[in-house]
C-alpha cells in the first residue's frame, strides 16, 4: 500500500492511497476459507462446498470491507506518523477514486481532501487582562434565606377536634406530615436567638442577628463564585477567539459542513451559519495548542479519581484493602462505561483546570458587582 500527499492550497492538501491485491489477498484467501467451513448449502455436506462457488458469491463483499478496513487504518496511521494536524476528517474525493465493484485484479485507488491546522501564535500573560466579576448577595437575597431557615427549623402546630399537638419540625423523629381538610396546620417560624444561630452554624460564635445575617451573606456569595469563573471562562473564551489571527481553510470547511455524514448542511444555511462554525473551529484549535503546549489536558485517573470519591468522601482509600478496592474499581468502571457521563465529567475537568489555567496566567481585573446588575449584564449580553 502507498500512500502520497500533494499540497493543494496554504491550507489543504490531497492525499491518494494505492491499495495493491498482495496488500488484501492473504486476509481474504483466510476469510473465504472460514466461510467454506461454515457454509450449509443445499446439496452439499456442511463444510464441503466449492471453494469457487463460495468465492464467486461472497469475495466482492469481503474484498470490499477489507479494503475498506486497510484504509481507514493505514489512513490514521499515516497523518499520525507525519503529525499531520488536520481540521476534521479526511474527506473523500469520489470523482478520483475507484469504485469497488471494479475488477479487484487491479489496484485501487482513493483520494481524500484533507485540511490543515494553521500555525499560529497563542500568547496568554500577566500582560492580558480580563474582567472577573465578584458577584455581592442583596439584603433580599439574605431575607428570602433566613426565611427559608426559619421556617425550616420552626415549629409545626397541629390543630385538630380534639385539642393542640404541637411538634417541632426540625426533628428526625417527626413523621411525614400530611394536610387535609379537617386540620389546621401552620408553622411557627424559629426565633433569631443565639440558640438558633448554634444550630445554623454549629461552629461559629454568632451573638446576634447582624453577624448572623452576615454569615449568611458570605455564603450566598461563596456559592456565587461557580456564577463568576463561568462568566470569567466564557470571556476569555471569547476574547482569544476573536482576537488571535487565525486563518483558515474556508473552502474545505464548507466543504465538509455539506458533506457531513449525520448532519449535512445546505449552501444557504452554510453561508447563514458560517462565522458561528468558524469561531467554534477556532476554539477547538485553541484548545489543541493549549494541550499541546502548556499541558492543560485531563488523564483517565483523574476521572476515575472524581468518581471514586462519589463514593468514598473524604475517606483515605485503603491500600491494604484490594477486595475492597476491587469492588470501587468495578463501580467507577460502571459508571465510566456511560459514555455521556464520562464526558460530562471529563469536561468538567477540563474546563476547570482551563479556568486555572487562566487564572493563573492572566491579569484579573476584580470588580464587584450586585446580583441584580450581573443577571441583567448576562441577559443583555445574551440578547
Same mark, same amino acid.
Request: charged content about 35%; hydrophobic content about 30%; glycine content about 4%.
Given at each position: ?21 498482495? &496488500? ?10 472460514? #466461510?467454506?467451513?461454515? *457454509? ?25 470491507? %477489507?479494503?475498506?478496513?486497510?484504509? *481507514? ?30 475488477? =479487484? ?20 500573560? %500577566?500582560? $492580558?487582562?480580563?474582567? #472577573? ?31 393542640? @399537638? ?18 389546621? =396546620? ?49 470571556? /476569555?473564551?471569547?476574547?482569544?477567539? %476573536? %482576537? ?5 481553510? =474556508? ?10 455524514? @449525520? ?16 469561531? +467554534? ?6 484548545? +489543541?495548542?493549549?494541550?499541546?503546549? $502548556?499541558?492543560?489536558? /485531563? ?5 476515575? &479519581? ?26 467507577? =468502571? ?50
Amino acid at each position: 500500500m502507498n500512500i502520497t500527499k500533494e499540497e493543494t492550497g496554504a491550507l489543504t492538501a490531497s492525499l491518494k492511497v494505492v491499495v495493491g491485491r498482495e &496488500d488484501y489477498e492473504d486476509k481474504v484467501q483466510k476469510t473465504l476459507k472460514d #466461510y467454506q467451513k461454515k *457454509a450449509n448449502m443445499p446439496g452439499f455436506r456442511p463444510g464441503k462446498v466449492p471453494f469457487g462457488m463460495i468465492s464467486k458469491i461472497y469475495r466482492k463483499a469481503i474484498v470490499l470491507d %477489507e479494503v475498506n478496513h486497510l484504509v *481507514a487504518e493505514r489512513l490514521q496511521n499515516y497523518i499520525e506518523d507525519n503529525q499531520l494536524r488536520l481540521i476534521g476528517n479526511p474527506l473523500p474525493d469520489r470523482e478520483k477514486s475507484s469504485t469497488l465493484d471494479q475488477d =479487484d485484479t487491479q489496484d485501487f485507488e482513493f483520494c481524500f481532501d484533507i485540511g490543515l491546522s494553521p500555525e499560529f501564535n497563542l500568547d496568554i500573560s %500577566e500582560k $492580558h487582562a480580563a474582567d #472577573y466579576f465578584i458577584i455581592k448577595a442583596n439584603d433580599k437575597m439574605v431575607d428570602e434565606y433566613v426565611t427559608d431557615l426559619r421556617k425550616r427549623y420552626g415549629t409545626h402546630h397541629h390543630d385538630a377536634d380534639s385539642g393542640e @399537638e404541637t411538634q417541632d419540625i426540625a426533628s428526625p423523629k417527626d413523621p411525614e406530615i400530611e394536610h387535609d381538610h379537617e386540620h389546621d =396546620d401552620h408553622i411557627e417560624p424559629a426565633e433569631l436567638n443565639e440558640e438558633f444561630f448554634k444550630m445554623i452554624f454549629p461552629g461559629d460564635e454568632i451573638k446576634d442577628e447582624a453577624a448572623f445575617r452576615e454569615k449568611i451573606r458570605e455564603g450566598i456569595e461563596r456559592s456565587l463564585l461557580r456564577e463568576s469563573d463561568r462568566h470569567f471562562l466564557n470571556t /476569555v473564551i471569547e476574547k482569544l477567539v %476573536e %482576537e488571535t489571527k487565525i486563518e483558515l481553510p =474556508d473552502a474545505f470547511i464548507r466543504k465538509m459542513l455539506k458533506e457531513h455524514e @449525520e448532519n449535512p448542511l445546505t449552501d444557504e444555511q452554510i453561508e447563514t451559519q458560517y462565522d458561528n462554525f468558524a469561531r +467554534s473551529i477556532k476554539w477547538q484549535l485553541i484548545e +489543541s495548542k493549549l494541550v499541546r503546549e $502548556h499541558g492543560v489536558r /485531563v488523564e483517565e485517573e483523574e476521572v476515575r &479519581d472524581v468518581v471514586r470519591g462519589y463514593f468514598t468522601g473524604n475517606m483515605i482509600p485503603q491500600q491494604d484493602n484490594p477486595e475492597q478496592n476491587e469492588r470501587l474499581n468495578k463501580v467507577v =468502571d460502571s459508571v465510566l462505561s456511560n459514555r455521556e457521563e464520562a464526558n460530562r465529567l471529563h469536561n468538567q475537568l477540563f474546563d476547570s483546570k482551563m479556568l486555572n489555567f487562566f487564572k493563573s496566567n492572566m491579569t484579573l481585573n476584580n470588580k464587584d458587582i450586585n446580583y441584580d446588575d450581573f443577571v441583567k449584564m448576562i441577559t443583555e449580553k445574551q440578547q
